[in-house]
Every structure is written in structure tokens, then in C-alpha cells.
């Protein structure tokens, strides 16, 4: 791996808003010279005092020493042109998101640095090689996306285009490093990683909506609650702006040609359309402000506690889920009886069964759908959980024929669990699990055509949007053949080609099966 710039060296920030103003924090504490560069009058000046105060409160909480603050605030020098910049190592470009302000940027600033000057973009959305396509020298351009809060998000997105060089990325990278953070390699496509992989947290959470499966609030508090998400799609579609997270979606569909796998919302974009862009404007689907009041969280009340609950499994089928569960119904007094599955049924083992029940998780199909192919009217579903022994939360779904009494149990048996339990609309693939599962795949996916690694989009979700678990992990922990089976399943249900699953996925399993390993995995070091 080549070496990261070395200390001291200067590095030029070209843009003192949000964006730049905390890569200039962050490369002057790392021991740089920062020239920090705004066409705005006085806005350099501003952004470096802000930045005196950011380090003085670092002292405060004891995370930098009072000499390292004033050493690192007296290597941050505002600039009033670029010429100023012309002796920078790195030049890092903060500004518009417009592929030609950015270019006329790189053109000038090429006839200004020396030859050896590596220049990065900090663009989020555009392709790193449209914007090095005039350079004379394209090879030197390199995206460095960081994520907003820079000081706090550790992640960077090291972009190379057609025309970059390794060894450039490769500086880059080990510079990222070298700041603290935690830095990817990627190709530059639509989306690169994060922007791209994420697009599923929020598509289906949005087709949920649209289908009735649940409100915002009780969708929110499922994915926060049972699959482990800091924050639901609905209030983090409010907090980035609707007008923010439908342009990136409307981008990445269009650069794509229009691949249903980044379909925009309908839904979003009349939210769009009516004004109400979320927490900036008000109203998004939530309501903001003094007196702003919310529905209420949709739960289930208290029922009765089912006498007794067994479990039938085949001996073939993974019992993940299952046996998690079965701890935790332990743990509340239940003598699980195990029964085997009969030779030849229908059903998926394994599932659980109380008062006339039959509970099974999710697989990509509706629970009236398995009700019916089991032949088994009184059929509830589970949703995926991150991780069934510390949830707080289950959803429930409950097939058209299934009896109010033997639903009812199902509620009853998880509140004995120690469950809250919410219901959802009986919809393919829940809420936690086509979510889980459509992630999964969009990271395959990336992999499969070489945009990063399996290690990469792992690390870029984790530490760009603060997923519990990275995709591929997940799907490793899940099971691949399961994490396969939902998406055909919904892809059966729909229609679509919008569930279609990766080829990288398919060939996973075929590999496992072809060398009768245990099971396909993305990490050697993820239990099932």
C-alpha cells in the first residue's frame, strides 16, 4: 500500500461550507497545513474561527489537548485566491454539485498546482471521470466522498474514475486512514456505494407505506425496534429533506436507465410536490414545531398467555431464528415441545405452534399465500429481528383466514417472550426482512460488478449510514439460501424485476451446494 501525505504537507480546501469546513478540521488536527478557499467574501474567515471554537470544546471534553487546539487552528489559513493553494500536495473540492462549475474548477486549478498535486472531489452523486473527462491529466483526479458530519462519520469513499491512477486512490486512501477514518475503495458509479445500497431502506419502506402495511410511525418503530436501525426510513427520509432523498434516488434511476431497482416513489414525490420536505419545512411524515402532535404507535393490547407452544422443524432445514426464539420462550417458563415436521409437507420447517397456530418467519411470501399452500387456514408470520434474544419488538402478519383466537394466541405467546408486538398488513416480505433482504442484494450486486469489495460495502454501510450490520453480513447470518428464497418469493408476488435476485447470490449458493459446505458466506467469520 503506498503512503499516506506526509505531515505537514499542505493540503487546499476548496468550499468553507458544512462539507468543507469539517475536512479542513479534520486535516488540520491530523497535522496538515490547510488553505481553505471560499469565492464568498469573509466566509473562509468565518468557517476557520467556527472551527477555534469546535477545537476548543474538544478540550473541553478532553479529547485534544489545549497546545494540539491551538497548534492545529494555527495551520488553517484562509486563502483569497487559488493561486494561494498552488504548492498544495491535495486539493480537496467541496463545492456545488454541478458537473460543470466542478469542471471549470479542475481546469484552473490544474494550470495553478504542480504536477504532483493529487486532486479529490468530495462529490456525493456525480462520476468522477465526467468530471476528470477535460483534465489534461485525469489520472490524478480521485473522489474522496466524505459524510456529513466529517469530524463525527467515519467513513470515506476513495472514487476512482476510468482514468485514475491506483497509486492516487491508493495515497488517498491511506491519507483518509491516517485522519482517522475509515476509508473504501470504489468504482465510480451511480450511487458509488452508500447512495446506491441504501436505496432499498428507503423504496420499500415507502412501498410499504403505499401498500397499507402499517403507518410511518409504526413502520419506524419496527425497523427500529426489531431490526436494530438507529433510525426508522420515514423519520430519516424527514431529516435528510424529501427534496434531497428523491433527487438521489431520481439520479441513480436515471443513471442507470431506469432499472425498477431504483423505481423513485410516487408517494415521495407528492410529498415533494405539497411543500412538505420534513423536519426544514415543518411537515414531512412527521410534524415538526411547537404544538406539532403524531399519531400514536400502533401496538397490540395484552392478551392471554397460551398454555403450551411446540416446534416442528426437518432436520435440513436451518434453525436460526427458531432456536433464538426458543431461549427466550425458555427463559419465560415455556417447555418447548419439539416435534419433527411429517415426511413430505409442505410447510417450511421450522415454526412454532400454540392453540390451533402455526408461526413461521417470513420467507418473501404473504401469509395468506402460505396459509394456503400449507393448507393450514390459522397461519401467522414473524418478521426478521436482528437479534431475537435482545429485541424489544416482533411485527405479525396474519393470513386472511387465520381465526381472531389463533391470532390472538400468537400475540399472547411473544408478549409472554417479552415482546411488543405490532402488526403489520400482510404484505410480502414484512417489513425487517424484504428490507434485510433487498439490501442484501443491491450490496451483492455492487460486488458482482466490481464497483467494491464484499469487506467494502460491508464497512461503507456500517459506518456511512450506521446500519447494525453490514448487508452482506446480514445475509451471511440470515442464510444466503434464505436471504435467495425472499426474493424470489417477492418476485413470484410482484411481478417484478425489481426483486430479481443477484447472480452473485445464486452463484453462492451453488458453490456451497457443489462442495457440500455448510452453508454460502460472504465473511468466513459470520455464524448463522
Not at 494555527?74 to 491535495?90: I, M, T
Not at 483534465?135 to 485514475?164: K, Q, W
Not at 399472547?412 to 402488526?423: E, H, I, S, Y
Request: proline share 5%; glycine share 8%.
Amino acid at each position: 500500500m503506498r503512503a499516506s501525505l506526509e505531515k505537514g504537507s499542505t493540503v487546499g480546501v476548496i468550499g468553507s461550507g458544512a462539507m468543507g469546513s469539517g475536512i479542513a478540521q479534520v486535516a488540520a488536527a491530523a497535522g496538515h497545513v490547510v488553505r481553505l478557499f471560499d469565492t464568498r467574501p469573509g466566509a473562509a474567515q468565518a468557517a476557520i474561527a467556527e472551527i477555534g471554537k469546535v477545537y476548543a470544546r474538544l478540550v473541553e471534553k478532553g479529547r485534544m489537548t489545549d497546545a494540539e487546539a491551538q497548534a492545529a487552528h494555527a495551520r488553517l489559513e484562509p486563502v483569497a485566491n487559488l493561486h494561494e493553494v498552488s504548492d498544495a500536495a491535495l486539493i480537496v473540492e467541496a463545492i456545488v454539485e454541478s458537473l460543470e462549475v466542478k469542471r471549470m474548477l479542475f481546469i484552473e486549478l490544474e494550470s495553478i498546482v504542480s504536477m504532483e498535486c493529487i486532486m479529490a472531489t468530495n462529490t456525493s452523486s456525480i462520476s468522477v471521470t465526467a468530471i476528470g473527462a477535460p483534465l489534461r491529466r485525469p489520472e490524478r483526479l480521485v473522489g474522496m466522498h466524505f459524510f456529513n458530519p466529517v469530524p463525527l462519520m467515519a467513513l470515506v469513499e476513495v472514487i476512482s474514475g476510468l482514468a485514475t491512477d491506483p497509486l492516487v486512490a491508493e495515497t488517498v486512501f491511506a491519507t483518509a486512514a491516517a485522519w482517522g477514518k475509515n476509508p473504501v475503495h470504489a468504482k465510480s458509479t451511480p450511487g458509488f456505494i452508500v447512495n446506491r445500497v441504501a436505496r432499498p431502506f428507503y423504496a420499500e419502506a415507502l412501498r410499504l407505506l403505499s401498500e397499507q402495511a402499517a403507518d410511518p410511525v409504526t413502520l419506524d418503530a419496527v425497523m427500529r425496534d426489531c431490526g436494530g436501525f438507529r433510525m426508522g426510513p420515514f423519520e430519516l427520509m424527514d431529516l435528510i429533506g424529501h427534496d434531497v432523498n428523491f433527487s438521489v434516488t431520481r439520479s441513480v434511476f436515471d443513471a442507470c436507465f431506469g432499472d425498477p431497482r431504483f423505481t423513485p416513489s410516487v408517494m415521495q414525490q407528492e410529498m415533494v410536490n405539497a411543500g412538505f420536505l420534513g423536519r426544514k419545512s415543518g411537515r414531512g411524515f412527521y410534524r415538526y414545531g411547537e404544538g406539532a402532535t403524531n399519531p400514536p404507535l400502533q401496538q397490540e393490547g395484552a392478551q392471554l398467555r397460551p398454555a403450551s407452544v411446540a416446534i416442528s422443524y426437518q432436520a435440513a432445514v436451518s434453525r436460526t431464528s427458531t432456536d433464538a426464539l426458543e431461549a427466550r420462550l425458555t427463559s419465560a417458563g415455556y417447555l418447548v415441545k419439539h416435534r419433527e415436521a411429517l415426511p413430505g409437507a409442505l410447510h417450511e420447517a421450522p415454526g412454532f405452534h400454540c392453540d390451533g397456530a402455526a408461526i413461521y418467519l417470513t420467507d418473501g411470501r404473504t401469509a395468506t399465500e402460505r396459509a394456503a399452500a400449507n393448507n393450514h387456514p390459522n397461519t401467522v408470520l414473524f418478521d426478521l429481528a436482528f437479534d431475537y434474544a435482545g429485541v424489544t419488538r416482533i411485527a405479525l402478519a396474519r393470513a386472511d383466514q387465520c381465526s381472531l383466537a389463533a391470532y390472538n394466541a400468537t400475540v399472547g405467546l411473544f408478549q409472554a417472550a417479552g415482546f411488543a408486538v405490532t402488526r403489520l398488513g400482510d404484505v410480502p416480505g414484512m417489513a425487517v426482512m424484504r428490507t434485510v433482504a433487498m439490501l442484501a442484494n443491491e450490496a451483492a450486486d455492487a460486488v458482482n460488478q466490481g464497483v467494491c469489495s464484499a469487506e467494502a460495502v460491508d464497512i461503507a454501510m456500517q459506518n456511512g449510514v450506521n446500519y447494525p450490520r453490514g448487508p452482506l453480513a446480514w445475509a451471511d447470518s440470515v442464510g444466503i439460501d434464505q436471504i435467495v428464497a425472499v426474493l424470489s418469493n417477492m418476485a413470484a408476488s410482484y411481478g417484478e424485476d425489481r426483486y430479481r435476485v443477484s447472480p452473485l447470490l445464486r452463484r453462492k449458493l451453488a458453490a456451497a451446494a457443489l462442495t457440500h459446505s455448510a452453508g454460502a458466506r460472504f465473511h468466513a467469520d459470520v455464524a448463522r
